[in-house]
């Protein structure tokens, strides 16, 4: 059976793994208080589309594989059974999500055993990040893992920077004959990076149960990359690298959150192409909301960007009961609900969380400001947060700041002296 051709796998019987373990260091700080795949993007947490994706193609079955108090806090709270995922996409028969007993693992490897020895999976799993969002055929995935008879497929994408990437070595039949993982650029054997992606068959049971994954097991460390792809490999087992054909984006960083956010903002995600409130009068822009209010508020925004009292540039997304004042300009950006963006204010190629207050004449320029803060700001005292700075959940900027680059944790009071602990 050539790859692409129907495959006997059913995709409503895979069941999906999601590894989410560690601080997210490098997304810091909006990471501070909430796992990575509950980020906000696009008015909705970053895990939200990769499920979107695979759900519209035929999944049914989630793991959330969450390691401490945080990740699984934010994961079971805004997800819980999947009932209202379901319910909001109109997914049915309806998604089931089940959680990683309270097991400390020790990496994304490790996360998959503990999952699939505790629910007793004996199907073929599916692995993803939760801070990747991705287009993938899974159909063709499926027959390509099948056809090769693979012990794991891992998908893969070319990338022009191989810094902090995994790194595949393959043959002409896509079979992984070396993979090291973070190499320097000298080192790396090709430009296929790890999507982070892993179509894993059955028989990963036995490979678990082997002297030396125990002894990594035991010295605290099962990471796909680090440890159980290059076993794989070295130890003779069928691994196969699958280019993917779809878009994918690594929001591991802020630099890279607001790449995926202006990408996918540009039709850039087949899973995601419309947000929801699309309007009439300006097809690159969304504002959310169904209710009477929302509605009536979407007419009002409408009505001052048709008479040029906001001014909007590209694809923007504005979400339920928003206020946006006269001489606003957006451009490329995304506001979430509840928040409000005041007189001859600018936002340009960023991310405002909500129920955030931004105030007059406040310039934010490629920065993302936490949910529940409050940027002040003045005609006498403009206050501008720029170049990639990172605003946490409910800080508070005194008017007249300039922010460059700047890393602000939660719950602060920033001033011209520096910042503080809010009271």
Request: glycine content about 8%; aromatic content about 8%; overall charge neutral.
């Amino acid at each position: 059976m050539a790859a692409g051709t129907k495959t006997d796998y059913d995709p409503g019987s895979l069941v999906t793994i999601i590894p989410i373990g560690g601080e997210a260091k490098r997304l810091l700080p909006l990471t501070a208080e909430v796992a990575k795949p509950c980020i906000r993007l696009l008015n909705r947490p970053i895990v939200e589309m990769s499920l979107l994706s695979l759900t519209s193609q035929g999944v049914r079955n989630f793991i959330f594989g969450v390691k401490g108090y945080t990740n699984y806090r934010s994961l079971y709270d805004y997800f819980q059974s999947g009932v209202d995922f379901s319910a909001r996409y109109k997914v049915d028969p309806p998604v089931h999500i089940k959680y990683q007993p309270n097991v400390e693992d020790c990496g994304s490897a490790d996360s998959a055993r503990i999952n699939i020895e505790y629910y007793d999976i004996e199907k073929p799993v599916l692995v993803i990040q939760g801070d990747n969002i991705l287009d993938v055929d899974l159909e063709d995935l499926l027959a390509f893992h099948q056809d090769r008879r693979a012990f794991m497929t891992i998908g893969l994408v070319p990338v022009t920077d191989v810094t902090g990437y995994g790194i595949a070595d393959t043959d002409k039949d896509m079979r992984i004959s070396r993979f090291v993982e973070k190499p320097s650029p000298n080192e790396a054997p090709s430009n296929l990076a790890n999507a982070g992606l892993y179509l894993i068959s059955p028989s990963i049971r036995k490979i678990f149960k082997e002297k030396t994954i125990q002894e990594k097991i035991r010295n605290k460390r099962l990471d796909f990359g680090y440890d159980l792809i290059p076993y794989a490999v070295d130890a003779g087992r069928q691994v196969f690298g699958y280019v993917l054909k779809g878009t994918w984006y690594d929001v591991g960083t802020p630099e890279r959150y607001l790449e995926a956010m202006k990408a996918i903002l540009h039709g850039q995600l087949k899973a995601l192409p419309d947000f929801g409130g699309k309007t009439s009068g300006n097809p690159a822009v969304w504002i959310q909301g169904e209710s009477i209010e929302s509605i009536r508020t979407k007419e009002e925004i409408m009505r001052k960007i048709t008479s040029g009292k906001i001014q909007v540039e590209g694809p923007v997304l504005i979400g339920r009961h928003c206020r946006i004042s006269d001489g606003a300009r957006i451009v490329e950006s995304c506001i979430d609900n509840y928040s409000q963006i005041g007189k001859n204010a600018v936002v340009e190629s960023s991310a405002v969380m909500d129920r955030v207050i931004v105030e007059d004449k406040a310039e934010i320029r490629q920065s993302i400001i936490g949910r529940h803060s409050t940027i002040k700001s003045s005609k006498t005292k403009p206050t501008k947060i720029l170049q990639t700075s990172v605003l946490a959940d409910d800080v508070t900027v005194e008017a007249g700041c300039k922010l460059v680059s700047a890393r602000i944790y939660p719950h602060k009071y920033v001033s011209e002296f520096g910042y503080t602990d809010k009271q």
